[in-house]
């Protein structure tokens, strides 16, 4: 299989702290993306981050890369209880094929 | 504008009948894609069109028949369905070009139980 993983899978916190989490890829890509996805809704894309950067923002959420291990963290920061959903990254190898990790599901207990 | 739409949302189909599931873009997109997403497994990509005319195997095409009808439409037909082809199905499409890496813009899934 050419999927990632993200980790935790499951992931519980409080109103207002951080929420971190993971994704280890196993091939080189030229890209890598993280989705939001609600309860019985489809993916909405949150961020990219390109493999020759390291470090992305875009509001609350810091996306970064590391090649070198294969891996990427996405932080939210101040969670909100709407942050709950579930959380993929996916990857991009051939700029045609995007492969979804297993995803980390997120409660952000009000 | 609609985005992308799946039809239909919800499928009842017992082992062995066939049926096809509808995509439809507006967004003049020229790639995409077909995923199933099983509890555990996250998503797979079954089938996907980088343009129109052409069609590509993903990582689970067995049991699946695409067919990129316009620039607009990607049907998933199962064949002969089968219990292990239960699950949700998205469809997704993106704009892709030489100087340009778009993000993939999903339907709202077609959820299939095969009996």
């Known amino acids: 299989s050419q999927q990632g993983e993200e980790d935790p899978q ?10 971190t989490m993971n994704c280890s890829y196993k091939t080189s890509i ?25 470090e992305k923002h ?24 709407a942050d709950t959903a579930s959380y993929f990254c996916a990857t991009d190898a051939t700029g045609n094929q995007f492969y ?5 599901s997120l409660t952000v207990i009000p | 504008n609609a985005g992308v739409t799946q039809t239909p949302k919800f499928q009842v189909l017992k082992t062995g009948q066939s049926m096809t599931l509808q ?26 069109s980088a343009s129109e005319g052409t069609t590509d195997k993903g990582e689970v095409p067995n049991g699946y028949n695409v067919s990129r009808l316009n620039k607009r439409e990607f049907s998933l037909r199962l064949e002969s369905a089968a219990p292990s082809q239960t699950s949700v199905y ?5 704009l892709q070009g030489a100087l340009r890496t778009g993000e993939l813009f999903f339907g709202e899934g077609s959820r299939l139980t095969v009996l």
Request: charged residues 20%; hydrophobic residues 35%.
């Open chain 1, 10 to 19: 499951a992931l519980s916190i409080q109103e207002g702290e951080n929420a």
């Open chain 1, 30 to 54: 030229n890209n890598l993306q993280w989705y939001r996805q609600n309860s019985g809704r489809g993916l909405v894309h949150l961020i990219l981050i390109r493999s020759n950067e390291r």
């Open chain 1, 58 to 81: 875009s509001g609350r959420l810091r996306v970064t890369l590391d090649t070198s291990k294969k891996s990427s963290s996405l932080l939210i920061t101040a969670s909100r209880a």
């Open chain 1, 100 to 104: 979804f990790g297993t995803g980390t």
């Open chain 2, 23 to 48: 995509c439809a873009q507006d967004m003049n997109h020229n790639s995409m894609y077909w995923y199933r997403q099983d509890p555990g497994m996250g998503l797979r990509l079954i089938y996907y």
């Open chain 2, 90 to 94: 998205f469809c997704a499409s993106r």
